[in-house]
């Protein structure tokens, strides 16, 4: 059974360049969360991707913008990108036909903007 | 706005021993809540899970209590064992209205043989 996979595994970039980050949900997942964890902290939610559309979009400038394509994997693109973007990028997968409850994480991608 | 908090950073058990995560949150819509476990440089692996009309959950040396007057949740481990030794985190989700799971900052939970 396919889990959640993330690439790349590491990223280090500039500030003011452009990322992609991508990930395929676990097999059989339709649903895609990204989430980011700055260092000691709690990953907090970005956006959800459902039928190719933005389902819900957390409290992030629209630098962060995303995508899902029709066999439901998912980049996150982020622009102009700051120091404080430094962080690990999560993509979760769940199933989103119905109120899904439990998101399945993947290993993330570790950002370094410098 | 920190909905979830886990007020004790750090945690430090024998092996063997029960170690208790605490948790409380501020939102009453939260109708579902997780617990995550987290090793370094990987993701986050879901352990456990309660919806808000249980007030227990079991799953092997798991269990999870919900308080929702006190809004209030806490995973036990029992017993603990070295492999343990993680990031706990705590997360809710109101999914009546919402898609996101908020989380806790975590508990890093160190089992000392």
């Known amino acids: 059974d396919a889990g959640v996979t993330q690439s790349p595994t590491h990223l280090i970039k500039t500030r003011g360049q452009q990322v992609t980050l991508r990930c395929s949900p676990k097999?059989?997942?339709?649903?895609v969360s990204w989430y980011q964890q700055a260092l000691g902290q709690g990953p907090q939610f970005i956006f959800q991707?459902?039928?190719?559309?933005?389902?819900q979009r957390g409290n992030f400038p629209d630098r962060f913008s995303g995508h899902q394509f029709p066999n439901y994997s998912s980049e996150l693109n982020v622009n102009a990108l700051l120091l404080g973007d430094s962080a690990l990028y999560l993509c979760?997968?769940?199933?989103?036909?119905?109120?899904?409850?439990?998101?399945?994480f993947g290993p993330g991608t570790r950002l370094t903007v410098l | 706005d920190q909905q979830v908090k886990q007020n004790s950073p750090s945690l430090s058990v024998q092996e063997g021993r029960i170690s208790i995560l605490n948790c409380d949150y501020t939102?009453?819509?939260?109708?579902?809540f997780l617990w995550y476990k987290k090793y370094p440089a990987e993701g986050p692996t879901f352990l456990i899970s309660?919806?808000?009309?249980?007030d227990k959950n079991e799953d092997g040396r798991f269990t999870v209590f919900l308080n929702k007057s006190a809004k209030h949740l806490s995973l036990h481990i029992v017993p603990s064992q070295p492999g343990d030794s993680a990031v706990y985190f705590c997360?809710?989700?109101?999914?009546?209205?919402?898609?996101?799971?908020?989380f806790g900052a975590g508990t890093t939970v160190t089992v000392r043989a």
């Open positions: 097999s059989g997942h339709d649903t």
């Open positions: 939102n009453s819509m939260f109708d579902y």
């Open positions: 997360a809710a989700i109101a999914r009546e209205n919402d898609y996101k799971l908020s």
């Open positions: 309660i919806s808000s009309i249980k």
């Open positions: 979760a997968s769940s199933l989103g036909g119905r109120r899904s409850d439990t998101q399945y």
């Open positions: 991707y459902y039928e190719e559309e933005e389902r």
